[in-house]
């Protein structure tokens, strides 16, 4: 008896060879089409009859060939010199959960987990980062802050916000507080936007100046009254102001020190936008091995587009190798350092 076996990419890949399972990766990835337009997409355009539940089998075993091109970027996230990190809601059969998004200088990488607190962080960057971690004043970023080595970098765009909400208050005591603080902060970036387009030699000890004025402003209270727990009990959120500023506030202008560092956070922002955009078209995900797709599919799609690559290409690549038994080819460009 003669007894043949299916060639290596054909076992891999079944019936959908490698380019059409990265077609099927680049459509249901980066584009959101749900599984009943893919269907319908094979059937009218191309005159394939495939049912559902064999292309959600495609998606996973699609999932596999990006496994440890993913993995690489993870590895790498400890030692990076800066990064941005934010995180949004996220539903798996009506469980809230949370997408955590990590920018970096050439890749992005997310995760869905379950929590929203400072263990992911140390999952992921552990005590021993030594970067400097740009993000907004949530509570699981400040308890990180004192668990790791390196710095933080408070998103500004975040403060400016908090800051509007007191000038628009009601109470009229608010603004008087609030509004220095925030013309301040608007000269900062007027000063920085200025420096792009006409260079100052003294641009760093003006950036110092405006760092010790908006510190100076928000750290005093004394303008509403000269009692401290009067403060606290009639404004508590002119109090609170004061109190982030006494104990972070330096935490607000890291970027002077750190120039690779913006003063936003609207690196990881971005970065989190076609997500959210996702989430919306797809309503979540239904099980762990579609929540490992999102996680590697987004992770390619965002290090693509973050560095003009071809993200077809890049997946018919990376299911071509997978289906071969070859290690997938990094989503790291080239000439990263």
Known sequence: MHQGKWPAALAATGLIGPRMMGL???????????????????DHVLGFKVCRGYLAKVMVRGSQALESP?????????????????????????????????RARHFVLFSIQVSRGS?????????????VLGCDYFSAYRKFMGQMNGSVQFCLAHLIRDLKFLVDHPDPVMPLYAQPILQAVRRMFHLIHQQVEQPRED???????????IIALAVDTTGLSPIEWYVAEHYPEVFNMAVRFRKHGA????????PEIG?????????????????????????????????????????????????FDYLCEAVTAWSNGLPAPSLLPANTS
Request: net charge positive; with cysteine; hydrophobic share 40%.
């Open 119 to 131: 263990e992911v962080l140390l999952e992921f960057l552990g005590a021993e980062f030594n970067g």
């Open 70 to 102: 993913v993995e690489e970027l993870r590895s790498l996230l400890p030692t990076q010199r800066w990064l941005n990190v934010d995180e949004t809601g996220h539903k798996e059969k009506g469980q809230g959960m949370w997408t955590w998004c990590f």
């Open 203 to 213: 641009f760093q000890s003006r950036l110092e100046r405006c760092q010790q004025r």
């Open 263 to 311: 003063p936003t956070n609207n690196a990881a922002e971005q970065a989190l936008r076609f997500v959210v955009m996702d989430r919306r078209a797809t309503q979540g995900t239904r099980s762990p091995k579609g929540r490992t797709f999102c996680e590697r599919i987004w992770t390619v799609v965002g290090t693509c587009r973050m560095n003009k690559r071809s993200i």
């Open 251 to 258: 935490a607000y202008f890291t970027f002077i020190t750190t």
């Open 24 to 42: 099927l990766l680049f459509l249901k990835g980066a584009l959101r089409c749900s599984y009943s337009a893919l269907e319908e997409f094979l």
